[in-house]
């Protein structure tokens, strides 16, 4: 609650903030961008993937090569 | 590019490790200052983002300590080698009491 009211302070600190340096138009956060929702947890969900294949493989990797399996 | 075939033969670091925890949180931090800086509500909104660059930061903190274990194992073999191949500059002092080093005492009442 209290790190929301910090970074909730920061943003009332700084009036302008951050504005996109390709379009003109206010960013409209009513109607989310769903694919772009979609392509981020889709892309988080790809890295969890790889990352536990990853560690699954270097875990049997290390058991061959030990002679453990 | 990568760690070398030895590198391998190491216990490989858990899923949850410090470095995946550290570059996961500053991952999600970066996605809720952006929030702060776009004045949106910096917990709240952006999931989606806050999800991925913790993933992202996740994700190369695990190989990130892949390389740290792999190049403390090289340097820990080295310096076991160097000591096994010089015994001379790494000989045990001869040990003494405290009873041989302590001076008789005299008190001064």
């Given at each position: 609650m209290t790190l929301n009211r910090l970074l909730l302070r920061a943003a009332s600190v700084s009036k302008i903030g951050s504005r996109s340096a390709f379009t003109a138009a206010k960013p409209d956060h009513?109607?989310?961008?769903w694919l772009r929702v979609g392509l981020a947890f889709g892309t988080s969900a790809f890295l969890w993937g790889l990352l536990f294949k990853q560690h699954s493989t270097d875990v049997h990797e290390y058991k061959v090569r030990n002679g453990l399996e | 590019m990568g760690l070398p075939d030895e590198a391998k033969a190491l216990p490989p670091p858990g899923i949850i490790n410090r470095n995946s925890v550290w570059l996961g949180v500053i991952g999600w931090c970066s996605a809720m200052l952006q929030n702060a800086i776009n004045r949106r509500p910096p917990m709240k909104s952006g999931v989606h983002r806050q999800a991925l660059l913790a993933s992202i930061g996740w994700f190369i903190g695990y190989h990130v300590t892949k390389h740290e274990n792999y190049t403390y194992a090289r340097l820990d073999r080295d310096m076991n080698e160097y000591v096994r191949l010089h015994p001379e500059n790494f000989s045990d002092k001869e040990k003494k009491t405290f009873a041989e080093i302590v001076e008789p005492f005299h008190p001064i009442r």
């Open positions: 009513t109607n989310p961008n | -």
